[in-house]
């Protein structure tokens, strides 16, 4: 039974506590940023995310592995059932403690210190789970929208460039993103913008 709640939370800790976040957001604005709705499909890029996810998490995940199979899951134990799981999920939170900034780290726990019941405060360290896991979302999320910004400007320069020669050619029932898209994807490519953003992506994880 335990095991089951353990699995359950399997998506959540995937989604939220690993590299997948930011990946899959970078991703997919850049279809947006060059004006590419549906291509690539969202199943490519969450594929993508996914493989992008493993490569980058695999040292903690052996981590996590090499702890775990020491330990005993099976025991009706709950006490020690909670320590065998906060001991296996410690690489975990050495990844999500380097990956988050400490002025997050004290913005959630201050607030857990105002918010939660006096008995439950003393859990709130910059070691809980339910401090980091915050702290780190918020963080992934504004270095997401950081890198976001630095890809969109060129392509609205693209935009305005050419809504203004249309403009000055007296061409304005020509639709400026029929002549800016395929510019856009043009150069996309010659800056060969896949490897880039995907190498930044990557280096962009302690």
């Known amino acids: 039974m335990h095991l089951l709640y ?5 998506p959540f800790i995937a989604i939220s506590a690993t590299s997948f976040l930011k990946i899959s957001l970078v991703l997919s604005l ?3 940023a060059i004006g590419l709705q549906q291509t690539p499909p969202n199943t490519v890029i969450y594929s993508l995310s996914l493989i992008l ?7 903690i995940f052996i981590e996590i592995y090499d702890v775990a199979k020491t330990k005993d899951f099976m025991t009706d134990n709950t006490t020690y059932l909670m320590e065998a799981f ?5 690489p975990l939170k050495n990844f999500l ?9 004290q913005f959630f726990i201050r ?8 008995e439950y405060r003393s ?3 910059d070691r809980s789970v339910i401090i980091l896991i915050p702290a780190f979302i918020v963080d992934e999320l504004t270095e997401a929208f950081k890198m976001i910004f630095l890809i969109y400007l060129p392509f609205l320069i693209i935009d305005l460039i050419t ?4 403009l000055s050619l007296g061409m304005m029932m020509v639709s400026p993103m029929t002549i800016s898209l395929p510019l856009k994807i043009l150069l996309f490519v010659a800056i060969d913008g896949w490897s880039q953003v995907i190498q930044s992506l990557v280096v962009s994880f302690n």
Do not use: G, H
Not at 6 to 10: G, M
Not at 97 to 105: D, P, T
Not at 111 to 118: F, G, I, K, N, R
Not at 163 to 166: D, G, I, R
């Open 111 to 118: 607030t857990a210190q105002d918010l939660w019941p006096a």
């Open 123 to 125: 859990s709130a360290n």
């Open 53 to 59: 996810t493993v490569f980058i998490m695999k040292p």
């Open 86 to 90: 906060d001991d296996s999920f410690e």
């Open 30 to 32: 850049i279809r947006n």
């Open 97 to 105: 403690y380097v990956n988050s900034r400490q002025e997050q780290k």
């Open 163 to 166: 809504s203004n020669v249309l």
């Open 6 to 10: 353990v699995f359950i939370l399997v």
